[in-house]
């Protein structure tokens, strides 16, 4: 009998799909500089005030990782998109 072998027979691929997924992953928190001059004109907020905003965000994205992990594994991951969702909605409903 031949042991099974489970080292996958084209490596290169999965290198390729991980590297594809970890650029996506990346590159939508990395590029918010690319938007930084739209939003300074339109909304006639300096980059300090949009920087600082973003780091806030990255902060809190940070620190709420390990409570929504906890809330997906006591009650299921269903769950925790909904509330991601509503308080979503919340953020952006906000009145300004």
Same mark, same amino acid.
């Given at each position: 009998?031949t042991?099974i ?12 799909c =991980? ?7 990346? @590159?939508?928190r &990395?590029? #918010?500089?690319?938007? /930084?001059r739209?939003?300074e004109l ?6 300090e005030a949009?920087?600082? =905003? ?7 994205? @940070?620190l709420? &990782?390990? #409570?929504?992990?906890a /809330?997906?594994d ?9 509330w991601?969702?509503?308080?979503m909605?919340w ?6």
């Amino acid at each position: 009998m031949t042991p099974i072998s489970r080292s996958p027979k084209h490596p290169w691929i999965v290198l390729i799909c =991980a590297a594809t997924l970890v650029t996506i992953a990346m @590159g939508i928190r &990395q590029s #918010f500089g690319l938007y /930084l001059r739209p939003v300074e004109l339109d909304t006639g907020i300096g980059r300090e005030a949009f920087g600082f =905003a973003i780091a806030v965000q990255n902060l809190l994205l @940070g620190l709420a &990782q390990p #409570f929504v992990g906890a /809330l997906a594994d006591k009650h299921g991951a269903g769950a925790s998109r909904l509330w991601a969702g509503r308080s979503m909605r919340w953020g952006w409903c906000w009145p300004r």
